[in-house]
């Protein structure tokens, strides 16, 4: 996303935004079968996430999310069933989903009702899920749960909802509020291929992540519209939406299919602007080799008041696109950003979200860097404002590789500017080549900083990077810029 809002619900998902929360009535029958037997255990409340301890849940890893979802525009009642498929990496006795302020209908595990129980974690709630008889460990099983709500209900911790003036909603769930929208492993880490079947009644239009299979409609004039997604997502990536919208059809130069969601009677407006899209793409594929997915495009929404890069569908404000005050289509920079995302964020996903300077360093150093060839602005000059004042930065907020929270300058430009200093180090062309093996090695996969260090001094030969890259990431003040000796801290 772009740097404005996501600040907002790192701060909100502390323990003032728990303590105030509504209370959210436990349904369902309590969790009392324990095991017998090998010795199974109940799985994680969390994986340890270093910014998010409670996201996503240990014991088990998602192989593919199937999600059926009817929801009724203006009055935001929805009902839905997630068919989850799943191994188990331990014995396990019960395990958790993250979710956040549905009502739990009924469970299942391997087609058997399963004991289910609610708790509040720490920004959301754990749903505990109890199979009649343990998982062992590699075992593959199937969880699906029926449940409801109203999108507009009140919720523990922030909402992944996004409300338009349409009636509509469409999901932005970053970093953590999957789980608003359906129970779920929330955490980067499990990435999972998926399958949606969203409803929507006349004059409303669907949009999820991935390919749009086929329509079908239905006897009281609503259409369900089925999609699938072939390559692994991570649930913070999801795009479902329901809205008064126009799909608009294009291809990227090389052939891509791109389909784009504008609000409907305002194609002529959106048509041209979503169009550049097949020039970023091809300017982006230059430097990275093929875009990761079998679609993209973008969602634009008045819902929604920044930019997201939801897997294969960003999802934008209509905000966004207004000339600047020198005429210049500067929209343009956020929509390279959230295209690069596309491969730095969604198919090479960072492990855990004290990773993320690796999301969105390069989705603000190729928007810069597209900004300059255009000649809106010299990237350079950011980079050395950048450095001015990332000192202080760094003893607020962490440095871009340790950051206390997300959303802050450490992780956009200052992950930029350690991304500028490798390139300096070591020369752009040998930069490039650094960045383009790394998505294509990653590709699909989860990442962690040490990876990036390492594969650094894998492709460049050079063991010194690894000190280079530890100073810039985690180092309490700026290095010296490769270059730039001049470059200093503001006073
Ligand atoms: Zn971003």
């Known amino acids: 996303m772009t740097a404005s809002t996501s600040r907002r619900s790192a701060l909100r998902l502390g323990g003032a935004a728990v303590a105030a929360a509504v209370a959210v009535p436990v349904l369902g029958s309590p969790a009392s079968a324990r095991s017998h037997g090998s010795d ?58 993250d979710t956040d302020g549905h009502a739990i209908d009924a469970v299942t595990v391997g087609g058997r009702t399963a004991d289910w129980a609610l708790s509040a974690g720490k920004s959301g709630q754990e749903l505990t899920v109890t199979p009649g008889r343990p998982l062992h460990r590699g075992q593959a099983f199937t969880v699906e749960i029926r449940y409801h709500g109203n999108g507009k209900a009140p919720r523990l911790g922030l909402t992944g909802w996004k409300f338009g003036t349409d009636g509509g909603f469409a999901s932005a769930a970053q970093s953590s509020r999957a789980d608003t929208i359906l129970p779920c492993n929330d955490t980067p880490s499990d990435k999972a291929t998926w399958t949606f079947h969203i409803s929507a009644p006349q004059g409303f239009v669907a949009t999820a992540n991935g390919e749009l299979l086929h329509r079908s409609p239905r006897a009281d004039g609503s259409t369900v519209w089925h999609f699938a997604l072939r390559e692994r997502m991570a649930t913070e990536l999801i795009g479902i939406a329901v809205v008064k919208g126009t799909y608009l059809y294009g291809t990227s130069h090389r052939g891509l299919p791109l389909r784009h969601i504008v609000p409907q009677g305002q194609e ?80 090479v996903t960072p492990d855990n979200w004290q990773q993320a300077w690796l999301n969105e360093g390069p989705a603000v150093y ?114 010296p810029m490769p270059g730039h000796p001049d470059w200093k801290a503001a006073a």
């Open 268 to 347: 002529d407006k959106y048509g041209p602007i979503v169009a550049r899209t097949a020039d970023h793409l091809a300017w982006l594929e230059a430097k990275f080799g093929r875009y990761p997915f079998s679609v993209y495009g973008l969602h634009i929404y008045d819902g929604y008041t920044d930019a997201l890069e939801n897997q294969t569908l960003s999802l934008f404000s209509t905000n966004w696109f207004k000339l600047n005050a020198n005429g210049r289509p500067g929209y343009e920079t956020t929509m390279v950003h959230e295209l690069t995302h596309q491969w730095f964020g969604d198919s």
């Open 40 to 97: 199974p255990a109940p799985g994680s409340d969390g994986v340890g996430d270093p910014l998010f301890p409670t996201l996503g849940n240990g014991g088990y890893q998602v192989v593919h999310y199937d999600l059926t979802f009817d929801f009724t525009p203006v009055i935001y009642d929805f009902t839905a069933v997630v068919k989850i498929n799943a191994k188990a990496t331990q014995d396990l006795s019960a395990f958790n989903l």
């Open 366 to 479: 190729y928007a810069g860097l597209h900004g300059e060839e255009r000649g809106w602005s010299v990237f350079a000059d950011k980079m050395k404002a950048t450095y001015e004042k990332l000192d202080a930065i760094r003893a607020a907020d962490g440095p871009p590789g340790l950051p206390k929270a997300l959303g802050g300058t450490n992780i956009y430009d200052g992950g930029a500017l350690v991304l500028y200093a490798l390139s300096r180090q070591i020369g752009q062309r040998t930069f490039d080549k650094v960045m383009r093996e790394w998505v294509k090695r990653f590709k699909d996969s989860t990442y962690t900083s040490e990876e990036f260090i390492a594969h650094t001094v894998e492709v460049t030969g050079d063991p010194s990077l690894d000190a280079f890259l530890r100073d810039w990431l985690f180092g309490a003040l700026n290095p």
